[in-house]
């Protein structure tokens, strides 16, 4: 018996990640939460004929509390798509004020109702996002670092079908030979190439500017969408995919399923001291930044370990370049995230 909980499940990426929660056989209760037409979407969705029982949550009026705590009540996986999305000429940073507040008061009702649940957070900016959520778990005494998860799984998607179409090999079988380190933004984020998987001969044949396009397609592929959307928001068919796909892995494990050996597993933007050898990690190569996206083993709905990426994957010189880089936005997005929420009341 699994409930998950989703909060903005009426939104671009809510929608679509609802119904493929709603087709994975393993959840039993699938409640959907947003401040709009939740009711209409739980509806829709439960007219599938799937396991999960589907309800709708939306609060009557603005001083409505109790549709939130509904939603979440029992729940063993929440994920959150809730915010607004960015449009042309706004970066993710742009972002913050508004997903900030609507993060905080989220992850505060978590807190209260569902402090054993495992929480996926999509809002951007992930960078600053995660790293609210965790302050405000922690004012509240239920931090649990290994249940905490900034997705940034639509990167490593990106990575696969860009690398698939440069190198000449399926997308598909990329999975776990790519690992995106890092943030969730622009040059925060850190494609690594596993050159120790059967795709080095192909990848050793790039130029150093094919490299590098594919690089800053993988860092920057999300302004793709936005152009091309013109105004109508970002990415949230590719996002809903993404956001699934890790969020399978997490019922995967709740059913004990353990995660995949034979590959690299996703990345997850995580609190790292919070996790066994993430301390050292962070003081030894990432200067002392304690929010990072690295490769996840997850055990019943948590983090059980992570991979190190500089023991494990051979880490180029190239790549370290970027890693440095990476480590100044993370920084600040983390400061700009834990001081809003020491700030506010
Ligand atoms: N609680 C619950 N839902 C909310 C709240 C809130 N406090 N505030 C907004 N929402 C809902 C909206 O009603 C909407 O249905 O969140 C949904 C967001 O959907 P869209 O506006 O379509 O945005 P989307 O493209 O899905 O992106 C949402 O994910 O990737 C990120 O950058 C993106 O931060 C943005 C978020």
Redesign the pocket.
């Known amino acids: 018996m699994v409930k998950v909980t989703v ?2 499940a ?5 929608q679509p990640l609802s119904l493929l929660l709603k087709l994975n056989p393993q959840v039993s209760e699938l409640a959907l ?4 037409n939740a009711k209409g979407v739980a509806a829709d969705l439960s007219h599938i004929c799937t396991p999960a029982v589907v309800n709708g949550y939306q609060p009557a009026n603005k001083e409505d509390k109790t549709a939130i705590v509904d939603a979440l009540k029992g729940s063993d996986l929440v994920v959150i ?6 449009k042309p000429g706004m970066t993710r940073a742009d ?1 913050f004020n508004i ?1 900030a507040s ?1 993060i905080r ?2 992850v505060a009702n978590i807190g209260r109702t569902a402090p054993n649940a495992a929480i996926l957070i ?3 900016p992930v960078n600053a996002t995660v790293p609210i959520a965790a302050e405000v778990l922690k004012k509240l005494g239920v931090f649990n670092p290994r249940k905490l998860f900034g997705v940034t799984t639509l990167d490593s998607v990106r990575a696969e079908t860009f690398l698939g179409e440069l190198i000449d090999v399926a997308p598909t079988s990329l999975k776990g030979k790519i690992s995106v380190i890092g943030g969730h933004s622009g040059d925060t984020i850190v494609p690594l190439i596993n050159v120790n998987s059967d795709i080095a001969s192909k990848v050793n044949k790039l130029s150093k500017s094919q490299y590098e396009k594919f690089i800053n397609r993988v860092q920057f592929g999300g302004d793709e969408v936005v152009k091309a959307k013109n105004g109508a ?2 990415a ?1 068919l590719s ?1 809903a995919y993404a956001g699934y796909r890790f969020a399978e892995g997490v019922l995967d494990s709740l059913a004990g399923k353990p995660t995949s050996t034979t590959t690299v597993p996703d990345s997850s933007y995580i609190y790292l001291p919070g996790v066994p050898g993430g301390k050292e990690l962070a003081s030894k190569s990432l200067k002392n930044v304690d929010f990072f996206s690295v490769p996840v083993v997850l055990e019943n709905g948590q983090i059980k370990s992570f991979i190190n990426p500089f023991e494990s994957l051979k880490v180029t010189d190239d790549e370290k370049k970027l890693v440095e880089t990476a480590l100044g936005g993370l920084e600040s997005s983390i400061k700009q995230g834990s001081s809003f929420v020491q700030g506010s009341k």
């Open positions: 909060c903005g009426a939104g671009g990426i809510g939460f947003d401040i709009v798509p809730a915010g607004v999305p960015r972002l997903n609507i008061d989220l999509i809002s951007n928001g970002s949230t996002m």
